[in-house]
């Protein structure tokens, strides 16, 4: 049974161990703390010391069982009238992301997305702000992207995190919105990766050993949003977002 469990982690050395380690606890304060920004830090190393699809299915786990006591107590705060929408949307997407994350290389597609994602930050950072209600039909689309890149990335955030830090709700609102939007998508991430058969014995394995490491992390993470004002709230997230996302393209 030991040797069972140890399995997944028996190639790599103590050193991408302990950057493995290292990642997860990053990625899951910053989770805690912004309610978003996960993938960015943790997929790009993750796709190079083992898989992209590793990296994806991997955060796939620990983030969804770790983060969905936090998404009871968002639904009950989150405007559902704004998360439903989206999550039609990327219903209608996340197999796509899926089956392209199987077959092709996500990797190029990462750094594709990368781009677009300093792209937003820069808009966001301006100050840019729209004032008035998207179309429904608008909200759909914006959805639907979060769906395809994420099944194929993990990046569900950026085009939710553009949408919402870019209008008008407090800071409260957009992380209960946040929250129960990935809480919901991993409903929809886990029918397409198993539709795209991605699940592997030994990614279920090594994502048990990581849940604690993320859990501790998140905690501490959620501790800290407390403390924060809304500004560091918002620019810590931009920057956060636009550090990770100029980092992944060196990967």
């Given at each position: 049974?030991?040797?069972?469990?140890?399995?997944?982690?028996?190639?790599?050395?103590?050193?991408?161990?302990?950057?493995?380690?290292?990642?997860?606890?990053?990625?899951g304060a910053v989770r805690g703390f912004t309610g978003f920004g996960a993938a960015m830090i943790f997929v790009p190393p993750v796709s190079v010391l083992l898989s992209p699809a590793v990296g994806v299915l991997l955060l796939f786990f620990v983030d969804g069982f770790i983060t969905m006591p936090m998404v009871v107590g968002a639904a009950r705060r989150c405007r559902w009238g704004e998360v439903l929408p989206i999550v039609a949307g990327a219903s209608l997407t996340a197999p796509f992301g899926a089956m392209v994350l199987a077959s092709a290389d996500p990797g190029l597609l990462a750094k594709a997305l990368a781009v677009i994602v300093l792209l937003a930050v820069g808009l966001l950072a301006s100050g840019w702000r729209y004032t008035r209600a998207l179309p429904k039909m608008a909200v759909v689309g914006v959805g639907a992207t979060?769906?395809?890149?994420?099944?194929?990335?993990?990046?569900y955030?950026?085009?939710?995190?553009?949408?919402?830090?870019?209008?008008?709700?407090?800071t409260s609102t957009v992380r209960a919105n946040l929250i129960t939007f990935f809480g919901l998508s991993m409903v929809i991430s886990g029918a397409s990766f198993w539709l795209s058969d991605l699940f592997t014995w030994e990614v279920t394995i090594m994502g048990v050993w990581l849940i604690p490491v993320y859990g501790v992390a998140l905690w501490f993470g959620a501790k800290g949003f407390g403390l924060a004002s809304e500004k560091l709230y918002r620019y810590g997230a931009l920057g956060v977002a636009g550090i990770m996302s100029a980092a992944s393209l060196l990967f």
């Open positions: 049974m030991p040797d069972f469990f140890a399995y997944p982690f028996s190639d790599l050395s103590t050193v991408e161990l302990s950057v493995l380690c290292a990642v997860t606890l990053l990625a979060a769906g395809f890149t994420g099944t194929l990335a993990s990046l955030g950026p085009p939710i995190v553009l949408f919402w830090l870019g209008g008008t709700a407090d």
